[in-house]
């Protein structure tokens, strides 16, 4: 929708208005600023995320690192899918809060149960990485009620009963840990599958966590 203004000759008494000349560049600000809410519309409600994640209303309930770490797995299967827009928090005065407040927009993705072939996790620490693998051999790591939230994520994926622009409150499928701010974007399905994961995460959580043949260690190279 576009919406029009009346011009007149009189500018009205009080504060200074612009010039008309400056119409353009504040439209052109406008317009930068919605395609940047339709390309990510948890940006809508940032601030009543950031209250709702104080509140502890949100999955992630503890200051974040805001150190990016990547995780990958050849397959990630899981029943009970949710996703959706979040906002995380950094203690304050971080030293890797930069230009961003202390705050990380997310995309929060919720499994009630999942199962992951060849983890592997990774956290560059300047020079080196921190690197933990598992699920290599015949058993699977196995995760229940897991939470990440992620600024980056790619994969071959496939979906049983999706739902997609659900109010983000309303969603069902993957238990409480799922639903989302009221007001937010979000999808959910039955199931998903994940070939070929790759996530920029800033957190993760888990109700439980089962690594089997886990490996800790440092590397030149991330996963």
């Not at 009205?12 to 919605?34: F, H, L, M």
């Not at 990485?129 to 015949?138: D, P, T, V």
């Not at 043949?213 to 590397?219: E, I, N, Q, R, V």
């Amino acid at each position: 929708m576009t919406s029009t203004a009346e011009h007149t000759s009189e500018r009205p008494e009080g504060p200074a208005t612009a010039d008309v000349g400056d119409v353009p560049a504040r439209r052109g600000r406008v317009r930068a600023r919605r395609a940047a809410v339709m390309a990510v519309p948890a940006a809508v409600v940032a601030a009543g995320l950031a209250v709702l994640t104080a509140e502890g209303a949100l999955g992630v309930q503890f200051a974040i690192s805001g150190m990016p770490f990547t995780v990958t797995a050849t397959e990630l299967n899981g029943t009970g899918f949710a996703q959706f827009g979040g906002l995380d928090e950094m203690a304050e005065g971080s030293p890797n809060a930069g230009e961003t407040g202390g705050q990380v927009l997310v995309v929060t993705s919720v499994i009630k149960d999942a199962t992951l072939t060849k983890l592997c996790q990774s956290v560059d620490l300047g020079g080196t990485n921190l690197i933990i693998r598992a699920g290599g051999g015949a058993q699977k790591v196995r995760a229940s009620d897991l939470t990440t939230d992620s600024t980056e994520l790619s994969g071959d994926a496939a979906f049983k009963n999706i739902e997609i622009g659900n109010d983000a409150s309303t969603l069902d499928k993957a238990g409480p840990l799922g639903r989302g701010p009221k007001g937010v974007f979000s999808q959910q399905s039955d199931t998903v599958r994940i070939a070929n994961l790759r996530q920029t995460n800033y957190a993760t959580t888990a109700g439980v966590f089962k690594l089997p043949g886990l490996k800790l260690g440092f590397s030149e190279s991330g996963c």
